[in-house]
């Protein structure tokens, strides 16, 4: 498990949906604010060239007669007006005629406009030192007699500010709230179902594959439990066909056919194999003697022995004839280690028949004899049969050879050909070869009895093929 820091779905959910929140008000306000401003302005601008209209018109005959008295009681009146901080009245000469303040002129207002270097109209705005200066000249008919300077204070800007920030801080601190609430809401919606998919996943990957969800949305959550259902479904299909598998195959082989199914040809191919028959000595005799369910019980009885050996050795069950098994070692792949595997089985399947006869011996019961025969050579393995039923087998003059050597073989006798002794002669000790004619062929066959499995301490120096099988084995050694 990570030992990380790990962040909650409820947290991400919050922390994502707050943080859009607030840069989408941060940056409104940033716009509403900037559009507020300029329209402000605008307003303040219309406003200020009034109050300069009607107080020209009030001052003009003043100024034109330099009368400072009645000037400093128009001054008196009009400084109350909202935002006015200073209002400065020159003469034509640029000489200051009145000053609201009656008193010294702050620095940041003495540059103001003298009659001399002033338009007819001046408006502008100073962020640095925050106030709007306002400007007219004062005409008497049409002769510019004095010019009226006006400083108007930027706190309507300011106070606007302040109601806007104010405004979005609320709806700042509504939609943290907001988001709070709907990622509570989200993350319990969305975590019940994740949890819902967490706990079948551990369910499944401790093999229940009858884990069902229930699809319970139209949305992506819903498509993804409807795809783990279909997943499901798949894995116990395979399940259900590696169990099938493992009937007749070993468990490693029947996982490395699910893994690369390529190997199981529709058709048919040619392919070395190595194919084992053992089959009970006097059957029919045997068969007489006991009743229908007494043959039944003592075939399961070996089989359950001889099945379980086969395995071990990663053998195919090919075959169960009645009194007889078909083992086939090679296919989907073969590799030169299989003949030596085979025998080996051979003598691991000869051993548990003894165990097993002397058990059923110590409890009275009936007991059966094996002989049997191998063959190592080319067959056909491949998909025979129709589109109601096929198998996948092996056909061809090997399994026929072998089926022959092993009615040849006497009770415990294990016989191989000559083409099994070349490939295992240095691990088996064999009998001399004896040739047999067989059905079928031509010329005679060398058949040897294999007597017991050289120790490996005396075998010779291993060859080619002694490669081992590489397929992954978990459940024992391939017994050479």
Known sequence: MNSGFRLGLFLKIFLLSASISLVAL??????????????????????????????????SVPILNADRLTIDDILRTYSHHDGVEEILIYGRNGDLLGDSLNGEIPP??????????????????????????ASKTVFFGKVPIGTISVYF????????????????????????????GGSIFLSRYLTKRIRNLYKATMSLKQGDFTVHLKQDGHDELGDLTQSFNAMV?????????????????????????????????????RQQVVVLFADIRNFTRLSNQLSPEQVVTILNDYYQSLIEVVFKYQGSINNIMGDGVMVVFGIPEYFEEHPKTALGCALAMMEAIREKTLARKSKGLPVAEFGMGLHVGDGIVGNIGSGARM???????????????????????????????????????????????????????????????????EQSRPGPDSVPLPISSSTGSTGG
């Open 26 to 59: 941060a940056t409104g306000y940033s716009l509403l604010a900037k559009e507020m401003d300029l329209h402000v302005r605008h307003l303040l601008k219309s406003e200020s060239i009034l109050f300069l209209d009607e107080l020209s018109h009030v001052v």
């Open 108 to 133: 940041f207002l003495k540059h103001g406009l003298s009659p001399r270097n002033n338009p007819s109209l001046f408006f502008t705005h100073s962020e640095s030192l925050k106030y709007d200066l």
């Open 153 to 180: 204070s930027d706190k309507p800007y300011r106070i606007i500010h302040k109601e806007v920030l104010s405004s979005f801080i609320a709806l700042g601190v509504v939609g943290v709230f907001l988001s709070l």
């Open 233 to 269: 479904m798949e894995l116990r299909h395979k399940e259900l066909l590696q169990n099938a598998l493992i009937r007749y195959v070993s468990k490693d082989v029947a996982e490395r056919i699910i893994l690369h199914p390529e190997l199981i040809h529709l058709g048919g191919m």
């Open 391 to 457: 198998e996948y087998t092996v056909v061809g003059q090997t399994v026929n050879i072998a089926s022959r050597i092993e009615t040849l073989a006497k009770p415990g006798e294990i016989l191989v050909t000559s083409s099994v002794v070349e490939r295992v002669s240095r691990f088996f000790q064999f009998s001399d070869p004896l040739p047999v004619s067989l059905k079928g062929l031509d010329e005679p066959i060398l058949v040897s009895k294999i007597i017991e499995k050289i120790p490996d301490s």
